[in-house]
């Protein structure tokens, strides 16, 4: 016989809920996920990240998919399109996680590029102009710095050399007391009486504090599930997807906050699948 909840235990369940959310930062996938889609919150995250104060969003999408047949698809954090028609790119990495962090950046700025350019220009005039953020916890080169662009320069090591690629790497662990180390330190904390990141602060006091906040996170909670149940179906469907299957797991114990064990009852996983993404995994974890 099914134990029907009191009214008690329901509500105790929206105040463990809100206190979830209210220790969440923004480097936890779901809250991040809510404050991207706002255009003016992610609008005053780029304008630091930039250093352009007069930046505005045309256009703004999170968990992006491109969709590649022959080899990884990659999911964006967030793509924007400013006024000038450039992309920015921001992808929030939690952990070091054994991963090959240039090669990810190139492999991601070479799929945008490639998805977004147009088919037909013999000229290549219409290769977009593209800026990637990527933005971790820790310090993963070690020099010190909150920022690490990547500059370009001809022969000469003087003369500037640029293709519309700007690639940089950007940290919280470090605080050099630039508007981009203070804009990651309320990332690492994202307080919802933290008011000294203007808009974007009134986007987390409001997803952290209101019922019309809590609601918002409790349906991207839910899509995230529901994509994660479908995602693992159709990879399940296909020979040779471990891959996929693996990221959905993963992406599940993140986005959830669950056990790698908890992730595959959502799935579905074989029993008989289930020792070998738990050996896969254990190398990337």
Not at 28 to 56: F, M, P, W
Not at 189 to 202: P, R, Y
Request: net charge negative; charged share 25%.
């Amino acid at each position: 016989m099914t134990k029907k909840l009191s009214e008690s235990s329901l509500l105790l369940t929206q105040e463990e809920l809100q206190k979830h959310i209210l220790g969440m930062t923004l480097f936890n996938d779901l809250l991040a996920r809510a404050v991207l889609e706002d255009k003016e919150a992610c609008e005053h995250i780029l304008r630091i990240l930039t250093g352009i104060k007069t930046l505005v969003i045309k256009k703004n999408k999170t968990q992006y998919v491109i969709s590649k047949l022959s080899s990884h698809n990659i999911i964006m954090d967030v793509l924007a399109e400013d006024a000038n028609n450039k992309l920015y790119e921001i992808e929030i990495q939690k952990a070091d996680g054994g991963i090959a962090h240039e090669k990810r950046m190139l492999y991601y700025a070479s799929t945008i590029i490639n998805e977004y350019f147009f088919k037909g220009d013999q000229t290549y005039a219409s290769v977009p102009e593209l800026h990637i953020f990527y933005i971790s916890q820790t310090d993963i080169w070690k020099l010190g710095k909150t920022c690490y662009p990547i500059l370009k320069f001809l022969g000469d090591t003087t003369t500037p050399y640029n293709d519309g690629l700007h690639m940089c790497y950007i940290n919280a662990e470090v605080n050099d007391s630039s508007d981009i180390a203070q804009l990651m330190q309320y990332f690492s904390t994202a307080a919802a009486d933290d008011f000294s990141q203007g808009k974007l602060s009134q986007c987390i006091n409001n997803l952290k504090t209101t019922k019309e906040g809590l609601t918002t996170m409790d349906n991207f909670s839910k899509q995230i599930y529901e994509a994660g149940i479908n995602d693992g179906r159709a990879e399940g469907l296909a020979e040779g997807k471990a891959e996929g299957k693996a990221e959905s797991i993963k992406n599940l114990m993140s986005t959830l906050n669950v056990s790698i064990d908890q992730a595959m009852d959502i799935l579905k996983t074989p029993p008989e699948e289930r020792q070998y993404f738990k050996d896969l995994l254990d190398k990337e974890l």
